[in-house]
């Protein structure tokens, strides 16, 4: 795979992903604010939408062939891909995983997070933790010189020493000129292996986490995936470029 294979960002690339970035983290930070009890997921899906239209931006997941939501909406052991529709409801305990992409001027960026319906049991707040260490850790580890699987080596030994298990049927990936572009960056790995880090890479970095066991299943809706055993699954992801200053979060 060759740099230009990569799709190498330049310092004014990454300024406009950025900016891309900022509206995702504007939108995260109005969710804050919900009462996810009084809200069903198509009403949060329409109020992300709404947010991101009124930056002059568009869902990023509309531009998915057949997906026609802003978000994806996951609840506990719903692990990725949820559909945000109106029968989709939350109460106290749950935890809600929120993916939303962004695209305007050209420019993509990815990023998911997690809200917590408090209270949730202790189960579910470490693996939310453990969920969370695993992508800062992975993101502490995104510096010039450092392997993808340095990254992916950092997520899996986060999640198993919180006694808990990683995703290995979804990945990360790069992104910013396209949603989804190369390289795979798997939260799975060993220490110095696989391709090594550049500056001007923009990587999307989304540990998955499971409660129980790694496998999953699809629903038959053809998106929702769930845990193969019921258990809850904790997925977070941050939209981060490789720099010779370190890492940079390009949507926090």
């Given at each position: 795979m060759t740099a230009k294979d990569l799709a190498l960002k330049s310092a004014d690339d990454i300024k406009?992903?950025?900016?891309?970035g900022l509206v995702l983290a504007g939108i995260f930070k109005a969710l804050e604010a919900v009462d996810f009890c009084s809200a069903t997921a198509w009403e949060l899906d329409s109020f992300i939408d709404s947010c991101i239209v009124k930056k002059q931006a568009r869902p990023a997941f509309k531009t998915i062939r057949g997906y026609d939501y802003a978000s994806c909406i996951s609840v506990n052991n719903e692990v990725v891909h949820g559909i945000p529709l109106k029968r989709k409801k939350f109460t106290t305990g749950d935890i809600v995983k929120i993916d939303i992409g962004v695209v305007m001027n050209g420019f993509f960026s990815d990023a998911c997070r997690i809200f917590p319906v408090l209270p949730v049991s202790q189960t579910a707040e470490k693996l939310v933790m453990t969920a969370q260490h695993a992508l800062d850790s992975a993101i502490a580890r995104m510096v010039p010189g450092n392997t993808i699987g340095d990254l992916g080596h950092s997520i899996q030994t986060a999640a198993e020493f919180g006694g808990?298990?990683?995703?290995?049927?979804?990945?990360?990936?790069?992104?910013?000129?396209?949603?989804?572009?190369?390289?795979?960056?798997p939260n799975?790995?060993?220490?110095?292996l696989g391709r090594p880090l550049v500056p001007g890479m923009v990587l999307a970095v989304e540990p998955i986490v499971n409660e129980g066991a790694a496998d999953i299943v699809r629903l038959p809706d053809g998106w929702t995936s769930v845990t193969v055993d019921g258990k809850l699954s904790a997925h977070c992801e941050h939209t981060i470029a490789v720099t010779d200053a370190g890492p940079l979060i390009l949507t926090g």
């Open positions: 406009r992903i950025r900016e891309c808990f298990s990683v995703v290995k049927h979804f990945s990360g990936h790069g992104t910013g000129f396209a949603l989804h572009e190369p390289p795979v960056v799975w790995g060993m220490p110095g």
